[in-house]
């Protein structure tokens, strides 16, 4: 990635053509600034959860 780019990430199980049937959870939306962020051992990626990337 350069700096001003992002990224979108999305967490699902792939069911055929169902595969993005299920909304993603709100409650579970993330944005990672990669200039600031460090990876933890807390850092889980959940089911159905929508990450936006920045750098």
Known sequence: MEIG???ELYCCWAH???RFADAPKKELDL???LSTFHLGNEFEWKERQHIHVNK
């Open 5 to 7: 780019e992002d990224v």
């Open 16 to 18: 055929g053509q169902k």
């Open 31 to 33: 944005v990672i600034d």
